[in-house]
Nanobody, 126 residues
Framework: QVQLVESGGGLVQPGGSLKLSCTSSTGTLDYGAAGWFRQAPGKEREEVSC????????TYADSVKGRFTIARDGAKKTVYLQMNSLKPEDTGTYYC???????????????????WGRGTQVTVSS
């Protein structure tokens, strides 16, 4: 049973923006942490950003700091990823993940997240 659903991906030119959303129909996003990961063809899945429900603290991969912003709306059971100044190297499938027992800090390991969405494609190309 899919508990998380991503949306908002698409094709955008370099320098453009996209806003991804991750929605849960259950309480999957109510506790613990929620994160965004991405995977490009032929590459391993990598962390993009993570947010803690307890205190709102966030983490970002160095490659997206200053360009991406993660946020959550508890009432809407939704986590967002605002992506600005997009680059071709940001291209990939973006996945939302959550885990009620996890706290984001330091290096984030995708294996620590128990719930995943099916992903949304982001393509940055002219």
């Amino acid at each position: 049973q899919v508990q998380l659903v991503e949306s908002g991906g698409g094709l955008v030119q370099p320098g453009g923006s996209l806003k991804l959303s991750c929605t849960s129909s259950t309480g999957t996003l109510d506790y613990g942490a929620a994160g965004w990961f991405r995977q490009a063809p032929g590459k391993e899945r990598e962390e993009v950003s993570c947010i803690n429900s307890s205190d709102g603290s966030t983490t970002y991969a160095d490659s997206v700091k200053g360009r991406f912003t993660i946020a959550r709306d508890g009432a809407k059971k939704t986590v967002y990823l605002q992506m600005n100044s997009l680059k071709p190297e940001d291209t990939g499938t973006y996945y939302c993940a959550a885990d009620p027992m996890y706290y984001c800090e330091g290096d984030i390991n995708h294996a620590d997240f128990g719930s995943w969405g099916r992903g949304t494609q982001v393509t940055v190309s002219s």
